[in-house]
């Protein structure tokens, strides 16, 4: 089944010239079928090329999915047209009324910052204690991801010395998981942080399932709230990385190469995508856990 968004919605002609199968909203309303409803509270400045990335990946599986792009209500990003925002979001504020079977937070460029000195912090709190009346799962990434943490569990993030940036193999621990159906018993994934999680702050109830000698924590699973966090980035393009090397580069940024990422620690070479596969198996095995658990009657989810 494919996923449904806006056809004029750039990621439209970018997923359908990959392959993925994507659906207007008439030929959506010609199915006699309940589309799992999952929310993109998209957090990233690069809102377009954020809203690709996860829509390649929830619009892989075999489930059809209704895809609503959300927005904090007053924060306004610098590095989204005005128009784009207009046409394709919808704010918290719009969207607080409806439920969701699945709710992706992003990652946010505010990662050294207190969390309660972010501007939207009171907002996001709101998000999340939202989520528990009004989303079935809720799939955290990155800063998202540390802010929940902190936000139901009081888990600090610790600064690093240098970034953390490459890519970087992590171990499955839990490989019975239904969220690590299909993985290899090691795999690579991309990384890309000033901050960390330490396995010594997270208190007990939380899983950590996926973790790496080098790059620390990287899948952690919350039950009780319903909520898997990924502190690292499967949703990644593959020239991702290198975007962000040349940007930090340009801006003056201290920076080290990222690591296990260009062919010889060559930056002139065009990096390889090794973690693809992990990613689509990863957000096909959340999508089908959610299908396999929510309600059919969507009001009753959080009931």
Same mark, same amino acid.
């Given at each position: ?6 056809? =004029? ?8 010239? @990959? ?31 954020? @809203?690709?990335?996860?829509?390649? /990946? ?9 895809? =609503? ?15 784009? /925002? @207009? ?7 719009? $969207?607080?009324?409806?439920?969701? %079977? ?17 501007? &939207?912090?009171?907002? /996001? ?50 490989? $019975? ?7 290899? %018993? %090691? ?19 939380? @899983? ?5 000698? =080098? ?11 319903? $909520? ?7 949703? &990644? ?10 940007? %930090?580069?340009?801006?003056? =940024? ?28 990863? &957000? ?6 959610? &299908? ?12």
């Amino acid at each position: 089944m494919p996923i449904k968004i806006p056809e =004029t919605l750039p990621a439209y002609e970018v997923l359908r010239s @990959e392959g993925v199968m994507v659906m207007s909203e008439a030929t959506a309303l010609r199915q006699d079928i309940r589309p799992l409803q999952i929310g993109l509270l998209n957090l990233m400045p690069k809102k377009v090329q954020t @809203e690709t990335q996860f829509a390649r /990946l929830i619009g892989a599986t075999p489930l059809q999915i209704e895809l =609503t792009l959300i927005r904090m209500t007053d924060h306004r990003p610098k590095n989204t047209a005005p128009g784009h /925002l @207009e046409a394709f979001y919808r704010t918290f504020a719009e $969207a607080r009324a409806q439920k969701f %079977d699945g709710l992706i937070i992003t990652g946010a460029p505010v990662e050294t910052l207190p969390f309660e000195e972010v501007t &939207y912090w009171r907002e /996001l709190t709101e998000i999340f204690d939202w989520t528990q009346t009004n989303v079935h799962m809720t799939l955290g990434v990155c800063w998202g991801a540390q802010a929940m943490l902190h936000h139901f569990h009081g888990v600090p993030k610790h600064p690093l010395p240098r970034k953390l940036f490459g890519c970087h193999r992590h171990r499955v621990l839990k490989p $019975a998981s239904p969220f690590l159906r299909g993985f290899s %018993d %090691d795999f690579v994934v991309p990384v890309s942080r000033w901050t960390e999680t330490r396995a010594e702050d997270l208190p007990e109830g939380l @899983e950590v399932l996926v973790s790496s000698d =080098t790059a620390g924590l990287c899948l952690i699973e919350d039950p009780a709230h319903r $909520a898997l966090y990924m502190l690292n980035h499967l949703e &990644y393009d593959s020239a991702t990385l290198k975007e962000e090397y040349e940007r %930090d580069l340009a801006n003056g =940024t201290p920076i080290g190469l990222p690591v296990n990422y260009f062919p010889d620690d060559d930056p002139r070479q065009e990096p390889k995508n090794r973690w693809r596969s992990h990613a689509h198996l990863l &957000y096909g095995n959340w999508i089908n856990q959610i &299908y396999q658990t929510t309600p059919f009657e969507i009001a009753r989810i959080g009931s």
